[in-house]
């Protein structure tokens, strides 16, 4: 297991989905963790749950005041901070029109204003302890098309490139900078994006797992702490050689087409210009 024992940690959008399962993942490597969200509940509950080394901070990532204020105070009561995982989003509902600028908006100024404010308070302190590491969570969204909605995917494709320039920007600092792109991580930022309750919208999560192992190469379905083990990773002196870069987690979608690894989705396609399944077959060499 990584070693992240004596570094401190922030997680934004830490109460759920992808957020929690990192916490946890942090935690058990050791640091010292700062759930930063707005679900009181849920964020008392994981302090509880995990002991004197998790903080829950309310604040609003898209309010500065608040993330400010919040930032302040995880820096007193630990001392510092090292690590940033910047996470907290989500999606436009679907069937949004791409070309509603306020809804556009809305999502840049969750998704990518809320990344800048995340860096701004917590680089002070990383100056100050000499040196850090922030990861910034993207999306396979944000390298193509066809895996998010428009204003999500734009957004997610500006923190990619935010991403290496605050790299480049900050590496005098002994700052590092990544990102992680998740693929399909079954979690409840589906349910949220349809507008259904935190309950419902944990359900859906739990019937897309189970039904997630068919949507790409790897034949399971990806968890919160997969993209947790990923932060670790970048958090950790064994990624020191490593900023400006963003890792794909995501079972393997992006490696190409379905047809790449579906065999039935590769002989559905190329007998489309007239070969045999045989010849298909043949032509990919499948026994």
């Not at 001392?79 to 996470?87: E, V």
């Not at 935010?162 to 480049?168: F, L, Y």
């Not at 930022?189 to 739990?206: C, M, P, V």
């Not at 079972?251 to 007239?274: L, Y």
């Amino acid at each position: 297991m990584i070693d992240l024992s004596g570094k401190v940690a922030v997680v934004t959008g830490g109460c759920s989905g992808i957020g929690r399962g990192t916490v946890g993942v942090l935690h058990r490597a050791g640091a010292q963790v700062a759930c930063v969200d707005v679900q009181d509940d849920k964020g008392s509950a994981l302090a509880d749950e995990l002991g004197e080394r998790v903080l829950y901070v309310h604040a609003d990532v898209t309010l500065e005041s608040e993330i400010a204020t919040g930032f302040a105070r995880i820096a007193e009561h630990f001392g510092g901070i090292d690590i940033l995982f910047n996470n907290a989003g989500a999606a436009e509902p679907p069937g949004t029109d791409p070309f509603d600028v306020a809804s556009f908006e809305r999502v840049q100024k969750l998704l990518v204003e809320s990344v800048i404010l995340g860096m701004k308070y917590a680089i002070p302190s990383m100056v100050a302890r000499g040196g850090g590491s922030i990861v910034n969570t993207s999306s396979v969204a944000g390298l193509q098309a066809g895996y998010g909605p428009f204003a999500y995917s734009v957004a997610k494709g500006a923190v990619l490139h935010m991403t290496r320039i605050t790299a480049a920007a900050l590496a005098r600092e002994a700052i590092r900078v990544n990102a992680i792109c998740p693929g399909f991580i079954p979690t409840p930022i589906f349910g949220r994006a349809l507008g259904e309750s935190t309950e419902d919208a944990e359900r859906r999560a739990k019937d897309i797992r189970e039904r997630a192992h068919a949507f790409q190469p790897i034949r399971i379905a990806g968890s919160p702490e997969d993209i947790g083990y990923a932060v670790a990773y970048f958090a950790s002196d064994l990624a020191r050689f490593v900023t400006g870069q963003w890792l794909a987690v995501d079972g393997g979608i992006t490696v190409g087409p379905r047809q790449a690894w579906d065999e039935a989705a590769a002989i559905e396609s190329w007998t489309r210009i007239g070969m045999s399944d045989e010849q298909v077959k043949a032509f990919l060499g499948v026994v």
